[in-house]
């Protein structure tokens, strides 16, 4: 039973659409990694772009963004039956929890190291491309590609998969695992910007940081550049005890929801039981009220609503929903949390304390909040996008008498509202940061002018970008990958020497701060940029 599961999960996700797209953008992103001179994963000059180190850096770097293909195979695993309302019907069987639980998790994990093979598979196709410079490529080895996989890859994808199944499982939410992954990403980024500033931690991260970049680092930090581009990394010290510990910590997971997980229906929480008891109190007073008995007591509108009217009514729904969603509580304290940490990371320069000035606190409150902002736009366009699909309504609300600007408008300006407030939160724990700091004047109105008002407007470009590409997806995974195809491409394009604005969606010059002369004259650039855009996405 427990292979026939692992198997039947196996062909379900390999005939899924979001393994395909995934492998397609991890072999684009290795084959632009090793066929362009003009980008870099983290190496050295004068390392080949197929050395056992460069493949070894590309291999561990790459299994973090490798969180949101994960998510879609692991965690749609747990989660499918309930969706799709199959469960009672699984939970009739004689299928125990343990046979779903494994046979589910095997087969998410195999496929997810299948797709991950695409990434050294593009490096390898890359590296053969006849424009590529032949200095830049040294011998062709199979142990090369291999044993980077199978001591990065291998240890990293179990883990990751093993944190976002426990998530799903656990809670029984698809949004609760785009929650942790969100959380896994920017949790790894955080760490990594402070080891960064500070080289004291440099031997506890090649322990404890489970992916291993850390442990990588340390353990190559003195090798030569021969021994960069032919020498294979020896599993033994720091980098030994990563990987038992990465491995360690997946099955802790697994250990956990072995012991938590039951088929059987969880008993619903109190808030829940609060909502149900309002609900048919609600009921029950609809039903006190004696039926009307007269023509005249019932109320004939004799014309249909009008579109604004209608645009209103559905603008509450979604900005509702997103509102009052757990996520965005907790996205909220992540950019709270995130922005805190960039910012006390960076406060001194090489041990001398720097003064918290308007400007310096903005630069670092946007210097890491694209990426997130990114996320969480592709979020709640994949959630509110096909919500209406999810629960087989979509095809009730086409046939009415509605628009389809009425529909999908408000989901956009929801989005734009959710951005909002990360964007304020961010602000605000700038804020906060000077005035711990000690700084005498708060610039509010640069908060404003500087930060809150381009960052919405770009944010409002984000979630009409993330709403079109969900539109156009056969599901909203593919909706997400293509998100991500739009920001990786921006990142390489860039590092190509195609940056300019002109066709980089939502891409406008930057702006250089200054608490003496303010954003100066460059401003009017900026702002040329993001109306330019805004009329080309209206």
Partial sequence: MLLGITGFEIRYQLRNPVFWVAVAIFFLMGFGISASENVSVGTPGGVHENAPNALAVTT??????YVFVVTAFVANAIIRDDASGFAP???TTRVTSNQILIGRFVGGLIVAW???LALPVGVWAGSIMPWVDPERIGPQAISYYAWPFL??????????????FAVATLLRSMMAAYVGA???VMGYLITSNVVGQKPEYREAAARWEPLGTGALSQTTRYWTQSELNSRLL???GALLFNRIFAVLLGFGFLALILWRFSLTERAPSKRKLRRLAKRQAREEAVAAVPAATGGNDILVRDSKPSRATQF????RVEVRQVLTSPGLIVLTLLAVGFTGLVLWVARSTYGTPDHPTVAATITGVTGGSTLFLIMIAAFYGGELVWRERDRKVNELIDSTAVPGWVMTVPKMIAIFLVLLIVNVAAALTGIVYEVVQGARTIGVPQYIGWFIIPGAINGLLIAI???????????KYVGWGLLFVWFVAGVFLSNMGYGNPLYNYAGSPNVPLSDFVGQGSFWIGQAVFLFYWLCFAA
Avoid at 60 to 65: I, Y
Avoid at 151 to 164: D, G, S
């Fill in 89 to 91: 019907i699984v939970r």
């Fill in 60 to 65: 561990a770097v790459f299994s973090l963004f």
């Fill in 151 to 164: 001591i990065f890859a291998i240890p990293n994808i179990f883990l990751i998969c093993a944190v976002l």
């Fill in 465 to 475: 970008l993330a709403v079109f590409l969900q539109i156009l997806s056969p599901n």
């Fill in 312 to 315: 209103m009514t559905r603008l």
């Fill in 114 to 116: 299948l797709g991950y």
């Fill in 234 to 236: 020896d599993l033994s």
């Fill in 182 to 184: 969100i959380t896994l």
